[in-house]
């Protein structure tokens, strides 16, 4: 990606941004540029420089600044994206949200919160459920990824099936446009149809639209039991038929996880939980809910479990014993991405029946291109997680592997899925996205970006630009 259309940053930019910000908010050194040239993905752009604002009013000065000047705007949260969203293509200035990390207002009789874009949403999740109340968005990242970046990624995760994702909770945003202009959408109120619905807009737009710098989102009550349960397989197949047999039901579990023969291993390797290593498939269930419905939903969930043939079931009894069965699954990408330099992760998603024939074209797809792929899935939504191990520096090994991406896409495509259920687009994903999009479609989003952007500052270089 070449950087010849955006203006190199001057002194004179950075005596701006210092004046906006203080100089100890305005980051040069060469150690911080290359710390933030990173994501979760696999590519490195640095930035000239990091500022961290600390209210809406110094991003719109920032903002101001740079659309007088063409300087290139990226916005960060955490940095954990998995499609290289918040680097710096372009280079110019990472705007990190960070220290923007106030929880604001926590109302319990209206069920809802509004908070900064720094906050971590495990933090902001702990803090609600003090009160009683329940934000369910819950990416496998919630410990560090901000609020900021989960509306800017309309991040899922395990609670999927059950909750939705982080747009199903989004009640109002105040966002800062490249201009400099601050605007206000949503509102406080459950019900809101006024005027086009800008808040979805900005939710999911991977920080190319607008930079933001306030959420308010509805909050549940917070379910009174859990129960948790494990089944251990001898086949995808069991597993997989297990999933189809509790959705057929109607029965809608909390969390619906399947883990593969690969991550099985990596897990015992890493961490010693004692999971059988002659296992294919590992399914973690989790039931929420009134006391009562949930004791009686965990029994019949375990029934189909060993109707399915699973060799080993267990429920938790106690809360402790649930965080315990856990510890496998959010221990799963870390014991993966051990095993070799480079762990690249997909997410390609498909209609939930379809779900054991997607995990079996994976393993066909990996064995016939040569590559190692260990399987994650959000079961109950259909949502892979591919987890393709290799070796970025191994030209000929990537080749594969994108050969690989490649049929995977195109299967997903096939059967009515998508390219992508939570991690987005970004760098990742940008070369196939005409595959799922009318030149039409792309066509309106770019007018869309234009219209938001018309200089192009924000987040330059990312999907729509990629997209063929
Ligand atoms: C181990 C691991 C597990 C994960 N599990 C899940 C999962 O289960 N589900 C899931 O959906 N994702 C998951 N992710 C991906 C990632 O954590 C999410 O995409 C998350 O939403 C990113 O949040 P962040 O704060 O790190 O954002 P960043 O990575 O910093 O930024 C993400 C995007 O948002 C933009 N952005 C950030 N803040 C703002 C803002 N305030 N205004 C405008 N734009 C902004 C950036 O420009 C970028 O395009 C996982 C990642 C890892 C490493």
Not at 205 to 215: C, K, P, W, Y
Not at 318 to 330: D, F, G, M, P, Y
Not at 414 to 423: C, D, T
Request: proline share 4%; aromatic share 4%; hydrophobic share 40%.
């Amino acid at each position: 990606m070449t950087r010849k259309d955006m203006p190199m940053l001057t002194a004179k930019n950075l005596q701006e941004f210092e004046a906006i910000l203080g100089k100890d908010r305005v980051r040069t050194s060469k150690e911080e540029l290359l710390s933030y040239a990173y994501d979760a993905y696999v590519e490195e752009y640095q930035p000239e420089a990091i500022l961290f604002p600390k209210t809406a009013d110094e991003v719109s000065q920032i903002m101001k600044v740079a659309s007088a000047q063409r300087i290139s705007i990226t916005p960060r949260g955490a940095g954990s994206g998995l499609a290289g969203g918040s680097l710096a293509k372009k280079g110019g200035v990472v705007i990190c949200l960070t220290m923007m990390n106030r929880i604001l207002e926590v109302n319990k009789p209206n069920r809802y919160a509004v908070v900064e874009p720094g906050v971590v949403v495990s933090e902001f999740q702990k803090e609600v459920e003090k009160v009683g109340l329940f934000y369910p968005p819950d990416p496998g990242s919630a410990t560090v990824a901000t609020m900021g970046g989960t509306v800017q990624m309309n991040a899922g995760g395990m609670r999927g099936i059950k909750y939705g994702v982080t747009r199903d909770y989004l009640l109002g945003l105040e966002a800062v446009l490249p201009s400099g202009e601050i605007i206000q959408t949503g509102s406080q109120t459950a019900k809101d149809v006024t005027g086009y619905d800008l808040t979805r807009l900005l939710c999911g737009s991977e920080g190319t639209l607008a930079v933001v710098t306030r959420i308010t989102v509805k909050l549940l009550p917070k379910p009174k039991a859990r129960r948790t349960l494990q089944a251990i397989y001898n086949t995808i197949d069991q597993a997989g038929n297990t999933v189809a047999r509790i959705v057929e039901e109607g029965i809608i579990p909390a969390t619906l996880e399947l883990m593969d023969k690969m991550i099985i291993k990596a897990l015992e390797d890493y961490a010693h939980l004692g999971l059988p290593q002659d296992a294919e498939a590992v399914l973690l269930i989790e039931v929420d809910g009134d006391p009562e419905a949930v004791e009686k939903q965990a029994a019949i969930i375990a029934e189909f479990c060993r109707g399915q043939g699973a060799r080993d079931v267990r429920v938790s009894q106690t809360e402790k014993e649930s965080e315990q069965l856990w510890v496998a699954r959010r221990g799963a990408f870390g014991a993966v991405a051990r095993m070799r330099p480079t762990c690249v992760v997909e997410d390609a998603t498909v209609p939930v029946s379809y779900l054991t024939r997607a995990i079996k074209e994976v393993i066909t797809i990996a064995q016939r291109n040569q590559v190692q792929i260990a399987v994650l899935a959000h079961a109950g939504d259909g949502n892979l997680h591919p987890l393709v191990l290799c070796d970025l520096r191994d030209k000929e090994e990537m080749k594969r592997v994108d050969k690989a991406m490649d049929e995977l896409v195109d299967y997903a495509l096939s059967v009515g899925g998508v390219l992508s259920g939570e991690h987005g687009i970004g760098l990742a994903k940008a070369k196939y996205l005409s595959r799922q999009l009318t030149p039409q479609t792309l066509n309106l989003m770019r007018n869309l970006k234009n219209t938001f952007d018309p200089q192009g500052i924000l987040n330059p270089g990312s999907f729509l630009e990629r997209a063929s």
